[in-house]
């Protein structure tokens, strides 16, 4: 009986201590410097691994046996209410069950084999067992998806990165596009390597004429690894700024990152943004931004002129007069006539998360839930502020950014908005300092924030969600 509770006891501790650690690991792609170093709530890591760990092993190496079942329980409690809070739990993806299936395998390894009810060993073993299986079905996955695309070589594919509205100008140019062919984008914001690999070989149609992709990064060859893949026809660089500038160290960095895009093998043409400081005497490489002008931005839409032309859409910001640009320029490229573009335009629906206007019980949404640059997020004040009602920011202020970035943005929304709701922990000591104390709301825990919105706001506000955060940021 004595060993059956202690293999009992054994098993749920190392399978909770194991979620905890893979769901870390999955919300930070899996790079564990980044769960160790960069983790936004490394107090978590302490409170729900280090210290409970540390404590089990302890009382394993003394043999206290019945304190050890005291962890374990209050360690379940704990972790039990800690996951009721999160907002992005542990998708149960085949990676995910295979390292649950080998973290088993060598705990009963260590269990019954050595006799010792070890942690940390069937753990680091799980987990780079796993990393090695990974790998290998990851470059098969990549040679399936490599030889899908060389099969089609009548499919067009267009490229398109950028520091800021990358899935904005992926669907602005998808739906150009579509006046003239048959097109294929990448889902919501898919746009790493993996994704896209996943996206060409489960996803891309038989029968797509247009294949439009966004390219993200976060480390110095995202870029570079995904061109080596894809190799596109068209590509656009977008605006280029301090987005995850704590990974990259430096705009050059993040500037020499994007640019890798040209390096396709295949490239036809490609339009890179002023932004990126580029000059270039390579006829199929347009640097463009500075003939876009005479924007007007309102909480109706954008209008602006370029290469001669006045075209209008229904979305909003006037940084968007950038992206729907690099649309347009990719579409004509294509042969899609300026009729066509102009017609497209406007049924242009907005991104969704991305100064999105709703209108509900008589108020003003905009939901720009996804926007993460201060650019968007002074623009979306902007826009704002020619609301003639009451103002409500709803936001956990900037996140992978330096401070001073979210200080201009606290000072600016202490300006124009009549009630500040910031979410969260990690800016809210910035924003105490430049809000005045009357008009700021601290709301820990977001799933408060529909009652606090319903008790607080009323018919005529404008309610402006800048930015989102998961709870583990």
């Known amino acids: 009986m004595q060993i059956a509770i202690k293999f009992i006891s054994y098993i749920a501790f190392i399978l909770a201590i194991g979620y905890y650690f893979i769901t870390n690991a999955q919300w930070f792609s899996y790079k564990l410097n980044r769960v160790i170093f960069h983790h936004t709530k490394p107090l978590w890591n302490i409170f729900y691994f280090l210290v409970p760990f540390s404590a089990y092993e302890a009382l394993t190496f003394a043999k206290l046996y019945n304190l050890q079942y005291a962890v374990v329980a209050i360690y379940l409690i704990a972790l039990f209410l800690w996951y009721k809070k999160l907002d992005k739990p542990l998708v149960f993806t085949g990676r995910v069950k295979r390292f649950f299936a080998l973290l088993i395998l060598f705990a009963l390894l260590c269990f019954f084999g050595l006799k010792v009810p070890l942690i940390i060993a069937p753990l680091l073993l799980a987990w780079f067992v796993s990393v090695a299986i990974e790998k290998m079905l990851f470059e098969a996955y990549k040679s399936k998806a490599v030889k899908k695309l060389e099969d089609r070589d009548d499919l067009i594919i267009v490229g398109v990165t950028a520091s800021y509205g990358k899935t904005s100008m992926k669907n602005f140019i998808k739906e150009l596009l579509s006046k003239k062919y048959k097109v294929y984008a990448t889902p919501r914001s898919v746009n790493t390597l993996g994704g896209i690999i996943k996206d060409i070989n489960e996803d891309l149609p038989?029968?797509?004429?247009?294949?439009?992709?966004?390219?993200?990064?976060?480390?110095?060859?995202?870029?570079?690894?995904?061109?080596?893949?894809?190799?596109?026809?068209?590509?656009?660089?977008?605006?280029?700024?301090?987005?995850?500038?704590?990974?990259?160290?430096t705009l050059e960095n993040i500037r020499?990152?994007?640019?890798?895009?040209?390096?396709?093998?295949?490239?036809?043409?490609?339009w890179v943004h002023i932004s990126t400081n580029a000059k270039s005497n390579d006829p199929k490489i347009q640097i463009f931004g500075h003939e876009i002008n005479n924007i007007t931005s309102t909480l109706n839409g954008i209008c602006f002129s370029l290469d001669d032309s006045r075209y209008c859409a229904n979305v909003l910001g006037k940084f968007n007069a950038i992206n729907l640009a690099a649309a347009i320029k990719v579409a004509k490229a294509l042969g899609v006539s300026i009729e066509d573009i102009q017609d497209a335009l406007s049924s242009l629906t907005p991104v969704e998360h991305r100064l999105q206007k709703i209108e509900a019980g008589g108020k003003i949404i905009i939901d720009d839930s996804f926007n993460g640059n201060i650019e968007g997020v002074l623009e979306s004040y902007e826009l704002a502020s020619t609301h003639n009602g009451r103002k409500v920011l709803i936001t956990p202020g900037l996140v992978e950014v330096e401070d001073e970035l979210n200080e201009k943005i606290a000072k600016r929304a202490n300006e124009i908005f009549?009630?500040?709701?910031?979410?969260?922990?990690?800016?809210?000591?910035?924003?105490?300092?430049?809000?005045?104390?009357?008009?700021?709301?601290?709301?820990?825990?977001?799933?408060?924030?529909?009652?606090?919105?319903?008790?607080?706001?009323?018919?005529?506000?404008?309610?402006?969600?800048?930015?989102?955060?998961?709870?583990?940021?």
């Open 206 to 249: 038989d029968d797509a004429q247009v294949y439009v992709v966004e390219m993200g990064a976060r480390e110095r060859y995202d870029i570079y690894d995904i061109t080596k893949v894809l190799n596109p026809h068209y590509c656009v660089v977008g605006s280029i700024g301090p987005a995850h500038i704590e990974y990259f160290k």
């Open 256 to 270: 020499n990152t994007k640019m890798d895009i040209l390096k396709s093998s295949r490239l036809k043409k490609a």
């Open 418 to 473: 009549d009630l500040v709701v910031v979410t969260g922990n990690l800016n809210y000591n910035i924003f105490k300092e430049y809000v005045d104390n009357n008009k700021l709301v601290h709301l820990e825990d977001k799933s408060k924030l529909e009652e606090f919105l319903a008790n607080n706001t009323k018919s005529g506000d404008l309610i402006l969600f800048s930015n989102d955060a998961p709870s583990f940021i």
